[in-house]
């Protein structure tokens, strides 16, 4: 058993009150770099118990997994469970079918490539909307985990122990190298990915070997620098930070010496403040629940979020981070010790099996629910048509090959291409209807969409790659599928970019970029239309929300009415006319070129925008249309 030491305690305070003020958007600009500071403990921790097993010969696999799971299981699994039974009632059928998939591969520890390959960047706005991301890190540790002890085991058994150090060397310059590299040109998998984090596990890992330092000044000094290496990225990081590469050292490296300024000799006390400042009760508290505190904010914040709770309320997100406290500490009274103490499933076997057990039905209700059952059978028939057509939605793919293009078939195969439609989801969520309104024309279309980037040339993509529109000129002019090409649809959210509303596109010229987007594609010699955004909601209204809980309401005796008048009045007012603006600048100087507006189509008959429509849904989120609302829009799309 190694020996406790309060400060630790204290840096995971410090570590998940930094994320829960980030996530809460309270005043700290940089504090997702606490979860570099717990990787760092982390390492520390479980590397340390290890080679003190293995050193005494005491290590067994059974053990050290028993363990882990005593430790990281049950809170999350309660957390998760608690997270699919409320998302039942209050998340759309496509979100909740999301929520369910990331929980099939938190069942495999494997929730980080699933966010990876299906949510982009964690830095943007939306990510808040995904109630279990933060499970991204602890599934990375578990992979770090599962592969260190063997590691471990077979040096200590067949290799000289001296080369422990250089091992663990090896691994943190490899890791570290590749997520540099990464950082520059596969973001965000750099971000989720344990190859590009492994580096900060092994270097918690690596401090198991350092000796204590023995000079008191030398102990002061470090651990302030370590502290200021801790506390300066949380304040002066931000979502335009890139991240994690060089940036991450600074975290890192504070952990460390922090971490290494605390292995003291038996008869040198606490001399450093930063030790003692750590150690005070009310951070040690705070790190005792510091896993309970992190499993539950995150869900909390989302769903506070789908209930419109969150808006720009400062005391509605503090609220909220004391309600994730008061579950915390209950979690960590009634779920985490007894667990961790063998108060509960005493036995091994019995933990395992009932572990399994649990994670077993969680895995086949969330498939059940992938497979629209289990969801879909409770509801009537009015709802089971708009949770149908809220998913039906063909996804767009964040990292969509662009060289060569990954086109998506509409209408007629059978044809040489006449039109092609290319933007960001908002042209993946027409898909669907322009695949049916080209098959009725008898007409051959292509689209080419990414969900989160708009496709103008020069513009930068959330991936970190250009996108030229050039290259794709080039490809079309030499396939002979293309050679009967006459129109050319430009589909997108235009004002997420226009307005800069993700931070990965501030200091882009937008009219620039659309202006030269459009000289590169007149050289095909086409028609080239450009579609107006949408009408777009501030968020999931309450009512919309309500829709969904098939307990509470019946769709059909709902009175919709319109929803957020003002912002309508003002909001969508001025975004659209600043598009049209620009459109008309494009429409002006270009030949050959034509704006499209929904806007029209869009108003109901009380001339208002609207969510729903005769008790149907028109949009599948707040600025994505459904198959009903694409439809409403569909006498636009008439090519000759």
Not at 476 to 495: E, G, H, K, P
Not at 506 to 532: P, Q, V
Not at 556 to 566: A, C, Q, S
């Amino acid at each position: 058993m190694i020996k406790y030491r309060s400060d630790i305690d204290g840096l995971r305070a410090i570590a998940v009150l930094a994320v829960l003020f980030y996530h809460a958007d309270i005043g700290i600009s940089g504090g997702f770099v606490g979860v570099d500071i717990f990787f760092v403990i982390s390492g520390y921790l479980i590397t340390k118990i290890i080679i003190s097993d293995l050193e005494k010969n005491k290590f067994s696999f059974l053990n050290f997994w028993e363990r882990r799971v005593r430790r990281i299981l049950p809170a999350l699994l309660v957390v998760v469970i608690t997270t699919i039974f409320i998302g039942f009632f209050v998340q759309f059928s496509k979100e909740y079918r999301s929520t369910c998939a990331s929980v099939m591969w938190i069942t495999a520890f494997s929730s980080n490539i699933y966010f990876w390959r299906n949510t982009g960047d964690y830095f943007d706005g939306s990510s808040l909307d995904v109630p279990l991301l933060h499970t991204w890190s602890l599934s990375l540790e578990e992979q770090f985990y599962i592969v260190l002890p063997i590691l471990l085991w077979i040096i200590f058994r067949y290799l000289d122990r001296k080369i422990l150090i250089r091992f663990f060397l090896t691994m943190i310059a490899l890791s570290f190298l590749i997520s540099i590299w990464g950082v520059k040109n596969y973001e965000i998998a750099t971000f989720f990915l344990l190859p590009t984090r492994a580096w900060e596990l092994a270097a918690g890992s690596l401090i198991v070997f350092a000796s204590p330092l023995k000079n008191k000044n030398h102990i002061i000094i470090l651990s302030w620098i370590g502290f200021l290496c801790v506390v300066l990225p949380i304040l002066f990081y931000s979502k335009k930070t890139e991240f994690p590469g060089y940036n991450a050292l600074p975290p890192v490296i504070g952990s460390l010496l922090i971490i290494w300024t605390g292995i003291i000799e038996a008869d040198i006390k606490k001399v450093s403040i930063i030790h003692r400042f750590l150690s005070i009760k009310p951070l040690v508290w705070i790190g005792l629940i510091s896993y309970s505190l992190y499993l539950w904010h995150w869900p909390l914040l989302s769903y506070s979020k789908y209930l419109s709770i969150w808006d720009d309320n400062i005391f509605n997100r503090a609220l909220i981070l004391l309600i994730s406290f008061i579950i915390a500490v209950l979690s960590f009274r009634f779920i985490e010790r007894p667990f961790r103490t063998k108060k509960i499933l005493k036995s091994r076997r019995v933990l395992f099996t009932s572990i399994l057990a649990g994670m077993s039905a969680i895995f086949l209700f969330t498939l059940s629910v992938m497979n629209n059952e289990g969801i879909m059978k409770f509801n009537n028939n009015n709802h089971l048509r708009l949770l149908s057509q809220l998913t039906n939605n063909q996804k767009v793919r964040h990292d969509v090959n662009l060289f060569p293009p990954d086109f998506g078939v509409l209408g007629d195969s059978n044809q040489k291409v006449k039109v092609l439609f290319i933007g960001d989801s908002h042209c993946g969520a027409l898909a669907p209807m322009l695949d049916s309104k080209l098959k009725d024309d008898k007409i051959s279309g292509r689209y080419i969409a990414a969900s989160g980037d708009p496709l103008l040339n020069g513009f930068k993509r959330s991936n970190g790659n250009m996108f030229y529109t050039n290259r794709l000129v080039e490809h079309i002019s030499v396939d002979d599928s293309f050679s009967d090409l006459t129109d050319i649809v430009l589909i997108a959210r235009w004002q997420y970019y226009l307005y800069h509303e993700s931070d990965f596109y501030d200091n882009i010229d937008f009219y620039g970029s659309l202006r030269s987007t459009i000289e590169e594609l007149k050289k095909l010699d086409c028609n080239i239309h450009i579609m107006i955004q949408v009408p777009e909601f501030t968020d999931i209204p309450k009512l919309h929300l309500r829709a969904s809980w098939p307990f509470r309401f019946k769709l059909d005796t709902l009175k919709w009415e319109g929803v957020y008048p003002e912002y309508q009045k003002i909001q969508i007012y001025n975004s659209h006319q600043r598009q049209i603006e620009i459109f008309e600048e494009i429409y002006n100087e270009f030949d050959n070129v034509r704006i499209m507006n929904p806007l029209p189509l869009m108003l109901s008959k009380q001339n208002k925008y609207q969510m729903f429509e005769n008790d149907i849904s028109i949009y599948s989120d707040h600025n994505h249309l459904s198959i009903d609302g694409a439809n409403k829009i569909k006498s636009l799309f008439e090519f000759k």
